[in-house]
């Protein structure tokens, strides 16, 4: 029997693609230790990179993987429900500043996604690169959720998702200092609105304040955007 | 841990059956997360049982997303004929959100601590 009819009968159950991504993501972990947490490379870059790579060289169709991961990401759904509770916890903490954090929100999150897809149409991106696009600063199960309901590509959307946080998270605190911007909680919501959960680590890397910030404006970024890019979408396609 | 399990499954269920119904643009996990936490809101207090299953979902976040981020090594032309103008719009278009979120969260906070000073003086 040879390797390519081997792989084809241990696909008849999903118990390989959950193996094979298991073991990609414990392994991105442990490389990420081993390279004392660079915030350049998250385990979500490394991780997929690997399981790209196992899925190539075992050789699985991609598809085919994807359907047998199911059995892993059927748990997606439970867990950005689950997003609900540290955001409603961190949102007892900012009433004292609703009305800053309310406009920073929503100028912020209207710019990210308008500079971005303005450039990419101007660039001549097609349609579904556009909505695969928009999410971009969203936390990525909620990017990926909206990216699926307005038809862009979710694998797409979970790569430019990565890109952008590595972007914020290292742009930012330079950023900050240039435009003499020493506020952690101007800091934290810029980490968070702009680069989701790689911008909030950054975030709690600074200091406390500053990454509940971040996570907050994290968190309030995917609620707003979830609700207003799919009405937008279903208003310009009118 | 379960209990909460089960009621995060319960919100899931309610999204996806709002989203088939009313056919809305928005997966039922995300439509899920907002009326959860509109519930919460509403009852002003949290749930410890889901509070115990999220922070355990929450954890393996990399880990559910990523056959879904290996996606992007399968796109083959879409990503190779694209990725130079997607690259530069997203770090433009980031550069621009980052300057115009810091400037205006720095000038929304002055504005708040002006106004909570004359609050503060009688």
């Known amino acids: ?74 748990l997606l759904g439970p867990a950005t429900v689950g997003l609900a509770i540290p955001l409603y916890e961190q949102f007892q903490h900012i009433k004292r500043l609703l009305i800053p954090v309310t406009v920073s929100l929503v100028i912020g999150s209207i710019t990210a996604c308008a500079a971005t897809l303005s450039i990419a149409w101007a660039l001549g991106l097609s349609p579904a690169i556009l909505a695969s696009l928009a999410p ?30 590595i972007l914020a998270a290292s742009t930012i605190p330079p950023l900050a200092a240039l435009l003499r911007c020493q506020d952690p909680r101007v800091i934290g ?22 990454g509940a910030f971040a996570s907050l404006a994290m968190g309030l970024n995917g609620a707003l955007s979830a609700i207003v890019l799919p009405l937008l979408a279903g208003w310009l396609n009118h | 841990m379960l209990k909460g399990f089960m009621w995060l499954m319960i919100f899931l269920v309610i999204g996806n059956l709002l989203q088939t119904m009313l056919s ?9 997360m907002l009326i959860l936490f509109t519930v919460l809101i509403v009852r002003r207090r949290s749930s410890r049982s889901m509070a115990v299953a999220a922070s355990h979902l929450i954890h393996y976040f990399t880990l559910l997303i990523l056959p879904s981020a290996a996606g992007l090594f399968f796109l083959g032309t879409t990503l190779t004929d694209n990725w130079l103008r997607l690259l530069v719009a997203i770090v433009l278009g980031t550069l621009i959100s980052s300057v115009v979120t810091l400037l205006t969260m720095q000038a929304m906070v002055r504005w708040q601590q002006r106004r909570d000073e004359a609050a503060g003086t009688p």
Do not use: C
Not at chain 1, 12 to 28: D, N, Q
Not at chain 1, 36 to 43: H, L
């Open chain 1, 189 to 210: 919501l810029a980490l968070g609105l702009n680069g989701h959960g790689l911008g909030t680590a950054r975030g709690f890397g600074i200091d406390p304040q500053t």
């Open chain 1, 1 to 74: 029997m040879n390797l390519q009819a081997l792989a084809h009968e241990m696909m008849a159950t999903p118990a390989l693609a959950v193996v094979i991504t298991l073991a990609a993501y414990m392994l991105a972990l442990s490389l990420h230790q081993l390279m004392r947490y660079p915030s350049w490379a998250p385990p979500m870059l490394t991780g997929s990179l690997m399981l790209a790579f196992f899925i190539v060289v075992l050789p699985i169709n991609y598809d085919t993987y994807y359907l047998d991961a199911h059995w892993l990401t059927l």
């Open chain 2, 24 to 32: 809305l643009p928005v997966v039922g996990s995300v439509l899920g």
């Open chain 1, 136 to 165: 971009k600063s969203l936390t990525t199960p909620i990017a990926i959720g909206v990216s699926e309901g307005l038809g862009g590509y979710p694998g797409l959307t979970a790569g430019i998702v990565t890109v952008t946080g």
